[in-house]
């Protein structure tokens, strides 16, 4: 049923990707018509859902095939599949993102959102897997988010203190900054906190 399966898949890969290698050598020499701007649209829309959900496979017959590559740009916010799959997570992300970061994915591409990296996009999701397969993939922490805050800071801003001691010197930082009327104690180290950093 599988075999079945992938059969079929490929079969209408074959039917809609020729047009659509056409569609991009047409963006490349500025050269669209219509049909062409709408099918690019179509393929893109399809690729982003298979990143969204971590199927690799089809991530794989997009990229393998040469219509898109790891570094597209997929949004207005620069979104790249890497930072598509830091922000969606879901069960094969690690998966997805390990594929994309050995194709040559970005893992420190800058974004135009309030995340600006796919690291910084995966910590405001809670994504800690794909977060902690960045931070091993070399991933720039001292990277700012719209409004300053480096990789620590925007950890405790979400809230997602699971990431923090993954973050060198984050719990560390964190513990040594002095409560007062508007850094109250318990938001500034709630019992979350305590219980994830307590060493």
């Keep these: 049923m599988k075999l079945f399966k992938l059969l079929i ?6 039917f809609t990707i020729t ?4 569609a991009d050598d047409c963006e490349k020499s500025n050269t669209c018509n219509d049909a062409d701007i ?3 649209g179509y393929l893109k829309q399809q690729f982003y859902r298979a990143l969204a959900t971590g199927d690799v496979n089809k991530t794989q017959f997009y990229i393998e095939n040469k219509i898109f590559d790891a570094n597209e740009k997929l949004s207005d916010y620069d979104d790249t599949p890497l930072s598509i799959v830091a922000y969606h997570g879901g069960k094969n992300a690690v998966a997805t993102a390990e594929y994309l970061v050995q194709k040559g994915g970005d893992v420190n591409h800058d974004l135009k959102g309030a995340a600006r990296s796919p690291f910084l996009t995966a910590v405001w999701k809670k994504n800690n ?4 397969f960045l931070i091993k993939s070399g991933a720039d922490l001292s990277v700012k988010s719209d409004r300053g805050y480096d990789a620590c800071i925007f950890a405790h801003r979400w809230s997602n203190f699971e990431i923090m001691p993954h973050i060198p010197n984050c719990c560390e930082r964190i513990k040594k900054i ?6 109250k104690e318990d938001k500034l180290r709630p019992a979350d906190f305590l219980q994830i950093c307590k060493n």
């Design 9 to 14: 898949i490929n079969i209408f890969f074959i």
């Design 19 to 22: 047009p659509a290698a056409a």
């Design 38 to 40: 709408l099918k690019r």
């Design 129 to 132: 897997d794909v977060a902690i």
């Design 178 to 183: 002095e409560a007062d009327r508007i850094l």
